[in-house]
């Protein structure tokens, strides 16, 4: 059974075993591990690279099967069928869709009076597509798209093979129709590695992106300054609050949903109606009848229930959560947007299932997890983008500003930089 916790007094008690923040300190165990990898591919290059695909991803992987070939891709076409090939495009549409109405927001980033800034892309990316216990096809679309509607000149994709040595053939679609431009047979922290140093048949990125276990997300802390990366996502995560007006069996699969990804996933209800709560563990309990038998254990472990004082109570404890997915189950959810301070995305009402964020709805699903979302955002064309901050200063503009920056100067005794001012100010004289 899930674990009761009652926040309606002392919420900071609750909070601590709401979120145990282990998920990461578990994975620093392997950081020794990483590092030598990540070292390994720094300095030898393709030799280690091909060493580790041989013993991590696949025992006869080779040195001339690393790059997915277009005759492979093609044969993916052909086995996943129309119906697949469809359900790809139209969602690659809603999320095309979505990340050209980000870019246009930042376009609008002005350049006014003497100042102002310009927007270019990152020229080269690498998107991590992770594999594991299931297949993300999704992910390829929700990293990809993005980096594609931003500009980005080149992405390279790294994926993990699964049986046999070949990459899934629903993935290589997803990639295909995504954009990706190559495909690197390769995946833990030696593909990371790979992609940010560069080696003699992998081009060297200026970013890596996308989710990933804890190697790679290690291995994204290590290359972290030789290359740009999104962010460390850890274990996913769902916070539903809700004030017991919509059925209850929504809320208990939603939970169950975000603990099925991992063991460490972690789904909170947050509540005011204790009634309602009865009735989503009840609910839970029903449904997990049906799913595989590690959910029953998902549902027993990674699973809380928490009473509030009141909804916005609900909401506050959220904030403090941070989660990456936020549902707010209620009657008028909109009303308690305003409230929301921190969370990877949001979803409004009974019908806005963090489900469809995962698949179909059209932000990334590539979401800040751990409580990130105090800081950080979901992926989004923003990542792909650099902005260069203008400088243009007319004589009249100058001849104003010039005496403050050489007071300012003097004041930190750079004798130099006040110099570099002073000329200008003769000239213009002149």
């Not at 804890?214 to 769902?238: C, I």
């Not at 949001?346 to 990130?372: C, E, K, Q």
């Not at 901050?389 to 503009?397: A, F, I, N, R, W």
């Amino acid at each position: 059974m899930p674990k009761w916790l009652d926040a309606r007094k002392d919420d900071q008690a609750v909070l601590r075993e709401l979120r145990p923040r282990d998920a990461l300190c578990l994975m620093r165990s392997c950081q020794p591990d990483v590092r030598r990898i990540v070292e390994a591919v720094r300095d030898e290059g393709d030799k280690a690279l091909n060493l580790f695909r041989r013993r991590f991803d696949h025992p006869r992987a080779k040195a001339d099967d690393l790059w997915v070939s277009e005759e492979e891709v093609e044969e993916a076409y052909k086995e996943v069928g129309e119906d697949f090939l469809g359900l790809v495009r139209k969602t690659a549409r809603r999320i095309r869709e979505h990340h050209k109405r980000q870019l246009e927001g930042l376009k609008k980033a002005l350049f006014r009076g003497a100042t102002g800034v310009v927007m270019r892309p990152i020229s080269r990316v690498g998107a991590y597509i992770p594999g594991g216990r299931f297949p993300y096809p999704s992910t390829a679309l929700m990293t990809i798209i993005p980096a594609k509607v931003a500009g980005v000149g080149e992405v390279v994709a790294a994926t993990p093979p699964g049986r046999g040595g070949k990459v899934p053939a629903i993935t290589l679609v997803a990639l295909k129709e995504a954009g990706a431009d190559r495909i690197l047979r390769a995946g833990g922290a030696h593909a990371v590695a790979a992609l940010a140093f560069g080696t003699e048949s992998v081009p060297k990125v200026d970013k890596v992106v996308g989710p990933g276990g804890t190697f790679v997300t290690l291995a994204k802390l290590e290359v972290y300054g030789e290359v740009g990366v999104d962010m460390l996502a850890g274990p996913s995560e769902v916070a539903v609050v809700a004030d017991g007006s919509q059925p209850p069996k929504f809320a208990a699969s939603d939970l169950l949903a975000q603990v099925e990804h991992d063991p460490l996933a972690r789904g909170w209800l947050i509540t005011p109606d204790e009634k309602f709560a009865r009735e989503v563990e009840q609910w839970g309990a029903r449904l997990i009848e049906g799913l595989p038998q590690p959910l029953k254990r998902a549902w027993a472990e990674q699973v809380f229930f928490v009473l509030s004082r009141d909804l916005r109570h609900a909401v506050e404890l959220a904030n403090l959560l941070a989660p990456e997915h936020l549902e707010i189950q209620a009657e008028a959810p909109r009303r308690l947007l305003r409230y929301v301070k921190d969370a990877g995305a949001i979803f409004l009402g009974p019908l806005s299932s963090a489900v469809m964020g995962d698949y179909v709805a059209g932000p990334s699903h590539v979401l800040p997890t751990g409580g990130a979302a105090v800081y950080r955002s979901a992926l989004g064309v923003w990542d792909f983008v650099k902005f260069s901050t203008v400088v243009d200063l007319k004589e009249p503009q100058f001849k104003r500003l010039a005496p403050m920056a050489v007071e300012w100067a003097r004041r930190e005794g750079m004798e130099a930089h006040r110099l570099a001012v002073e000329v200008r100010l003769e000239g213009a004289r002149r």
